[in-house]
């Protein structure tokens, strides 16, 4: 039975003629087109993912957003392709899918060795006028040139398959999204186990194979280049040495000298580097020194070597006037902190550290080189997530120490700005309120900060601004006792200022406030930002703290920087610059080191902006290229509506959500896959049950009535059941989260087959028209993408998740205008 045969489903005459027509000179349809179109739709994900990777190594991660951008323009702009070229429409559908598949493994591996050699300082691209602003620029174009194709390829794949089978558009559209699924199911472990250029590779020998598999009846000379990619691809894949290093950024700074380690995370890649002459192997997180394991033997008293006592590290230990029988230090990295508590006597430390590449050199790598500093039988070291890690723990700490994680990625990473667009949850109200409860009585809260400079004192002024916000939702009113805040000048690749904060439920004593004083007076270069009782000279934090409760608004408001208290619902602690100063300025240079300085949120507004002028540049084009056929086409403004909606909403459910379960899921990684997983595995379920709606003019509304409440719960419901749920092990949290989402990518799943269907049945043009649904859809994720994204950062999350349901809304709207007045029966539609 052919996929065309769909039950008491009936296509429209004219699509019926068109397809007899089609079968005279094509193959028949085959059922292996849905597994062709699962690798494919494998793959592109695969690529996608892999080069979010690949590009915060080579450039920084906040570039992620462009290439993920230039990715949804390239499968809508296949959509636009199918539509417009008429040599696509007539050619056998074989071989249009044996060619798409080819060129983009071909694409795929080509384009991997040109961004390999592309250097570039971004930084630069914002110089405006100057030589060094339109190479960077150019060359980041080519890169994003070469993204673009793989995807291309994937975009004519997929429209063409919708367009010439209409009515077999849901198990298709659940083809698609099972194939992207399985890729977020095994790309972290690719990456981990492979490192993410060879994932790159696993997805080109993926494409040629089925390329070869597909193309039974092309020639052999085809068939031949389509076998030697896959070898190809495969050889690289097992053997990734071979193929080009990426050429870093030049403002990063990169270790200089032989490697001793490298390995690609789901996190960052680390590279290890022993510094000649010095006690220390540096770690490098995706090219940015970010911190050091230290030359240990084992023995405390052997640490006097490093002369902590006169290093900003003493500051929490002379405040608690003792050692801390419990700590706890989240971002441990290497270790440096751990010694120095090891140092002061600390009873037991719990070193959790994010990264598993970082960990895995501790314990065992690097073992003999830090004393065995993870089998100390006074540390224990945890691969976890510190906020999580705080909220499912029953102990309580005399001291909860954010490093930041070091001093070396406090320093190296205030000078790359690396965090700027990042979501930090553990530094948020809801955060520090968390850590502050895990306090024993008299336990402080230590956070440290590598500044930019201290004229703003940015991380500085807004940290405080958030712990203050903390203390008074746990009833402190007067938060002026409970707060001290020192900086202190590192000497490290060149001066930088370092702040220390320290936070105490209860208010400071005079002996801890001594003892604040005599640890500043022992630190070199180090002085007072604000303490109780003592002068600290003008500074924005001495200037926020004398600012009264009533008062803080004003200074929020007049303030150059945003250093507003986040929270959970906005948790970008590292976007400072406001958008609407961003886009005042957007037209003037940048041209100081300073990439905290509006350079995120300018790639993030340079992208919407693109993607605004290329939509409606690619959504015009078949106004002049296919006048005749356009003019046939009815609807086309409802249509266009209706797919926007549904692209533009559910862009918007999968970023506010993957972000609302990053913490319950305790990890990033998680967080990514298991949503996105489960959106794109259940999203096809609904698009394969979608076949068996035989009236969708009134499935839609309950339809939308079921994302309604959906969004309700999400909003309102999601939050106190997975606080509630933390505890749980980690397996049944991401199962929870698999399932919890389930109905929703059901219901999300429906929109576009049936809308596909329907927009096919209205025309005797079914297949330009489907193509120009698909393409409308895509552009709207573009747009969307860098839209909930700049909305997230402005008015939060919450909003944003709102807007998704909001958009889905117009897209009911659009469908039953676009459904209404048909002849026959209005509910008949084919999908």
Not at 152 to 166: D, E, I, K, M
Request: with cysteine; hydrophobic share 50%.
């Amino acid at each position: 039975m052919s996929v065309l045969d769909t039950g008491r489903r009936t296509a429209p005459a004219h699509a019926k003629k068109a397809a007899t027509s089609d079968s005279e000179r094509k193959p028949k349809w085959r059922w292996s087109h849905h597994a062709e179109l699962l690798l494919m739709s494998f793959s592109a994900l695969l690529v996608e993912i892999s080069y979010t990777r690949i590009i915060s190594f080579k450039l920084f991660y906040y570039y992620v957003y462009l290439i993920i951008g230039v990715a949804l323009l390239g499968i809508g702009s296949g959509g636009v392709l199918v539509a417009i070229s008429k040599r696509l429409r007539q050619a056998p559908t074989d071989t249009v899918l044996f060619w798409s598949l080819l060129l983009g493994a071909v694409g795929t591996l080509g384009g991997y060795y040109v961004i390999a050699y592309c250097r570039l300082d971004s930084l630069a691209i914002w110089d405006y006028g100057t030589y060094a602003s339109t190479k960077a620029f150019l060359l980041l174009l080519v890169m994003c040139i070469c993204v673009f194709l793989t995807f291309l390829a994937a975009g004519v794949f997929v429209a063409t398959l919708f367009g010439r089978s209409p009515q077999a558009i849901g198990g298709l559209y659940f083809a698609d999204l099972v194939g992207a699924g399985l890729a977020c199911a095994v790309v972290i472990y690719l990456i981990s186990a492979l490192g993410a250029p060879a994932s790159v590779m696993v997805a080109v020998v993926v494409m040629a194979a089925t390329a070869v598999w597909s193309g039974r009846r092309m020639r052999r000379v085809l068939l031949a280049v389509a076998m030697v990619v896959a070898i190809a691809g495969g050889v690289l894949a097992v053997r990734p040495g071979l193929l080009p290093y990426q050429r870093l950024d030049t403002s990063k700074v990169f270790a200089k000298g032989v490697v001793g380690y490298s390995a690609w995370g789901p996190i960052l890649r680390v590279d290890a580097q022993r510094l000649k002459g010095f006690p220390v192997i540096l770690l490098f997180h995706d090219g940015i020194l970010g911190a050091g394991i230290y030359e240990w033997d084992g023995n405390r008293s052997d640490l006097s070597m490093y002369h902590f006592p006169q290093s900003l590290m003493s500051i929490p230990f002379r405040v608690l006037g003792g050692s801390p029988q419990q700590e706890a230090v989240i971002g441990a990295a290497g270790g440096h902190e751990v010694l120095a508590s090891l140092s002061y006597g600390a009873g037991h430390v719990d070193a959790v550290e994010l990264n598993p590449v970082t960990v895995h050199l501790v314990r065992t790598t690097y073992a003999d080189f830090d004393g065995h500093l993870a089998q100390n039988p006074a540390v224990t070291y945890t691969v976890a997530d510190g906020r999580s890690y705080i909220a499912r723990t029953s102990k309580h700490y005399q001291l909860i120490w954010y490093p930041a994680p070091d001093s070396y990625a406090a320093t190296s990473g205030a000078l790359s700005s690396a965090y700027v667009l990042s979501e930090s949850y553990l530094y948020t109200t809801n955060g520090v309120e968390a850590d502050l409860q895990h306090l024993t009585s008299g336990g402080i809260f230590v956070a440290q900060f590598g500044e930019v400079d201290d004229t703003y004192d940015l991380r500085t002024t807004r940290f405080v601004a958030t712990a203050r916000q903390a203390l008074a939702d746990m009833g402190v009113t007067d938060a002026s006792d409970h707060i001290l805040v020192a900086s202190t000048l590192v000497n490290f690749i060149g001066t930088e200022p370092e702040s220390t904060i320290v936070v105490s439920v209860k208010p400071f004593s005079q002996a801890e406030i001594a003892g604040f004083g005599t640890a500043l007076t022992a630190v070199p270069q180090t002085r007072t930002l604000y303490a109780p009782g003592r002068v600290a000279g003008v500074n924005p934090v001495q200037t926020y703290m004398d600012t009264p409760n009533a008062g803080l608004g004003h200074f929020y408001a007049t303030f150059p920087y945003n250093v507003t208290p986040t929270t959970d619902n906005d948790p970008f602690f590292y976007h400072f610059a406001r958008f609407s100063t961003v886009i005042k300025n957007f037209l003037h240079s940048i041209n100081s080191p300073d990439r905290e300085n509006s350079v995120g949120e300018r790639v993030l507004l340079l992208l919407l902006a693109l993607s605004i002028v290329l939509a409606g540049l690619f959504l015009l084009l078949p106004f002049v290229t296919i006048r005749k056929q356009w003019r046939k086409l009815p609807r086309k403004k409802v249509s266009g509506l209706f797919f926007a909606g549904v692209g533009g909403g559910f862009i918007f459910f999968e970023i506010t959500l993957m972000q609302v379960l990053n913490l319950f899921l305790g990890y990033p990684t998680y967080a990514l896959t298991v949503v996105l997983m489960s959106l794109l595995v259940f999203t096809g379920l609904g698009a394969l049950i979608s076949r068996k709606v035989t009236r969708p003019r009134r499935a839609i509304p309950y339809l939308l009535g079921g994302i309604g409440a959906l969004t309700a719960f999400y909003l309102f419901g999601l939050g106190p059941m997975t606080t509630a749920m933390l505890g749980l092990p980690l397996a049944v949290r991401i199962v929870t989260a698999f399932v919890v989402l389930g109905p929703l990518g059901m219901c999300l799943g429906m929109f576009m087959p049936i809308g596909l269907g329907e927009i096919a049945s209205l025309s005797d043009t079914p297949r330009e028209y489907v193509a120009w649904g698909w393409a409308v859809n895509g552009f709207a994720s573009v747009v969307g993408s860098a839209s909930a994204t700049i909305l997230s950062m402005i008015f939060g999350f919450r909003l944003v998740l709102f807007l998704g349901f909001a958009a889905y809304v117009v897209a009911v709207a659009a469908w039953m205008a676009l459904s209404r007045g048909r002849s026959g029966d209005p509910d008949a539609v084919s999908a």
